[in-house]
């Protein structure tokens, strides 16, 4: 089966950290750039990271210094470490393959004390 699947969204106090996993299958996961998305309640999805087949990353000015992605290719994952987080950070938190144009079901991150 062809999906993304994303986990280790949750509540957490700000200033705090997570670490959100993406497990990608039925297609070959090398192959494609990857990034992560998110979406705030009432605002456009917007990508906060991404991480090339060869593992160039880029971040938005956001989150840079904040945020970490990672892949490993041999367990078909992206990973992202999300630290000193802020309230500004809630979203849903999306996982996307861009060479096979798929999205996983996204994960839920709240930042509140």
């Known amino acids: 089966q062809v999906q993304l699947v994303e986990s280790g969204g949750g509540l957490v106090q700000p200033g705090g950290s997570l670490r959100l996993s993406c497990a990608a299958s039925?297609?070959?996961?090398?192959?494609?750039?990857m990034g992560w998305y998110r979406q705030a309640p009432g605002a456009q999805r917007e990508l906060v990271a991404s991480?090339?087949?060869?593992?160039?990353?880029n971040y938005a000015d956001s989150v840079r210094g904040r945020l970490t992605i990672s892949r490993d290719n041999v367990k078909d994952t992206v990973d992202l470490q999300l630290n000193s987080l802020k309230p500004e950070d809630t979203a849903v938190y999306y996982c996307?393959?861009?060479?096979?144009?798929?999205w996983g079901q996204g994960t839920q991150v709240v930042v509140s004390s």
């Open positions: 996307n393959a861009k060479a096979f144009r798929l």
């Open positions: 039925g297609f070959i996961f090398r192959l494609s750039d």
């Open positions: 991480i090339t087949t060869d593992g160039r990353t």
